[in-house]
Nanobody, 115 residues
Framework: QVQLVESGGGLVQAGGSLRLSCAAS????????MGWYRQAPGKQRELVAL???????VYADSVKGRFTISRDNANNTVNLQMNDLKREDTAVYYC?????????WGPGTQVTVSS
């Protein structure tokens, strides 16, 4: 089992920045990837960014150049630096951890971008 706890969401004006953090605990030694997904009202959950155990970074096209994902293996955390936020970035952001055959999710943190 893997437990994930997010922090760092909130309200920000368009053009501003936020940093999300996710702390992982439990059986984290076999994680193949960690990352962030988001879900806006009335929309499906979508990938924002992830980092694999080998260091490969994957970003959604909509956030490339604005968001940066990083993983701190020593502290078992994954962070998402979000710059130049837009109203369309408003969503609940979920931390995700992957093992073979399993997806683990955090409870989510709200990010609201105002105009």
């Amino acid at each position: 089992q893997v437990q994930l706890v997010e922090s760092g969401g909130g309200l920000v004006q368009a053009g501003g920045s936020l940093r999300l953090s996710c702390a992982a605990s439990g059986s984290i030694f076999s994680l193949s990837a960690m990352g962030w997904y988001r879900q806006a009202p009335g929309k499906q959950r979508e990938l924002v960014a992830l980092v694999t155990s080998g260091g490969t970074l994957v970003y959604a096209d909509s956030v490339k150049g604005r968001f940066t994902i990083s993983r701190d293996n020593a502290n078992n955390t994954v962070n998402l630096q979000m710059n130049d936020l837009k109203r369309e970035d408003t969503a609940v952001y979920y931390c995700n951890a992957k093992q073979i055959g399993y997806n683990y999710w955090g409870p989510g943190t709200q990010v609201t971008v105002s105009s």
